[in-house]
Every structure is written in structure tokens, then in C-alpha cells.
């Protein structure tokens, strides 16, 4: 029998709460589990990833309705957009309509160009990714995500945990292996 959004006990919804989603589970059972974040007025952060392959216009609209912080790479930002009918070539414009069309922040994470984040209502944020020669980037994405989370829960300002973020995403890539190669909390200098 699989697990779903009503297994979970009510005590794990509130304020505090800082729920993590991404699409390798039903995304029926994700989207129940972001509602009962927001109305316990939790923090939903959704990382598109990966991108499924039939992503309707109705699903995006779900996703947004319920979403605070929405992760993306800039191809997952134009694809979103796209699936909403705000195609567009340029990812960063892309992240301003996620962000204005679901009153949200939208997080994109480019690689070696770091990270940029859009609110709602049109700010604009940057954390540049530290230099590195790369060992494997395999798990960079969900590291970015892990600790931007963590950041969150922690409550910094928005520029703060991307930083972190994009430096514990660096740091990962220096090792090989996606769990084994993230990095620990106190090798990240941005937290101190």
C-alpha cells in the first residue's frame, strides 16, 4: 500500500513548517501536502524537478496556487512558463511571470552563473556561484534545494540562503557521489 498526503499527522503542519516537494512522487499526494502546508500557513517549496513529461497547464496552475518558493533550472523556468502560456526565451523573463502569476518567489539556479531569484512583484536577486573545477555535479540541484530550505527554516533574508545555497551546491560538486558528496553545515563559510 502506498503512502499518501493523508498519512500525514496534523502536528507536522504549522507555521514552522517548511515543506520540501519536488515531482518524483504522485503529484496528487504532493499537492495535498502543499495545501495542508499552506493552510496551516506553513512554507511550500517546490522544485520542478524533473520536469514531467506530460506538465499540463492545469498542473503548473495547481503548483503555483500553493507554492511560496519555486525551484528551477532555466530550462525547467522556460518549460513552466511555456506549460502556462507565458512562453518566453529568456529564462530570467520566465522567472518574473512564474513569480507574478503565482505570487511567489522563483529561484533559478544556472550553473556556474549561480542563482537568481524573482518575487512577485519583480525583485530581483543574484548570488554569483563560487569559481570551481567541477568533480561531478550529479546532486548539485537537490543540494541547492536542501540547503535553501534549511535557510528558510532558519529565517534569514532571502539573499542569505541563496547564497548559502549556491556555495553548498559549489561544494558538493568538488566531491564525487549526490548524497556522499554534499557537503557538511560547517564547511559552508556563508554561515558564518
Not at 528551477?72 to 530570467?92: F, G
Not at 534549511?150 to 533574508?157: D, F, K, Q, R
Request: proline letters at 4%; hydrophobic letters at 50%.
Amino acid at each position: 500500500m502506498a503512502a499518501s498526503a493523508g498519512d500525514l499527522g496534523a502536528a507536522l503542519f504549522t507555521p514552522d513548517t517548511v515543506l520540501v516537494l519536488q515531482m518524483e512522487v504522485p503529484f496528487a499526494q504532493a499537492l495535498e501536502a502543499a495545501r495542508r502546508t499552506t493552510l496551516a500557513a506553513g512554507t511550500v517549496v517546490w522544485n520542478l524537478a524533473p520536469v514531467p513529461e506530460r506538465m499540463t497547464r492545469e498542473m503548473v496552475t495547481k503548483l503555483l496556487a500553493v507554492t511560496d518558493h519555486l525551484l528551477v533550472n532555466k530550462h525547467e523556468a522556460l518549460d513552466a512558463a511555456a506549460a502556462i502560456d507565458l512562453a518566453t526565451s529568456s529564462y530570467e523573463a520566465a522567472a518574473a511571470d512564474l513569480a507574478r502569476a503565482g505570487d511567489l518567489t522563483c529561484i533559478v539556479t544556472a550553473g556556474a552563473q549561480g542563482a537568481l531569484a524573482v518575487t512577485a512583484d519583480g525583485t530581483r536577486l543574484r548570488a554569483p556561484a563560487p569559481r570551481i573545477t567541477p568533480v561531478d555535479t550529479t546532486g548539485a540541484g537537490d543540494t541547492f534545494v536542501g540547503a535553501f530550505a534549511a535557510m528558510l527554516s532558519e529565517g534569514v533574508s532571502l539573499q542569505i540562503a541563496l547564497d548559502v545555497s549556491c556555495e553548498a551546491a559549489a561544494l558538493k560538486c568538488l566531491k564525487a557521489g549526490a548524497q556522499t558528496g554534499m557537503p557538511m553545515r560547517s564547511a559552508i563559510g556563508s554561515l558564518a
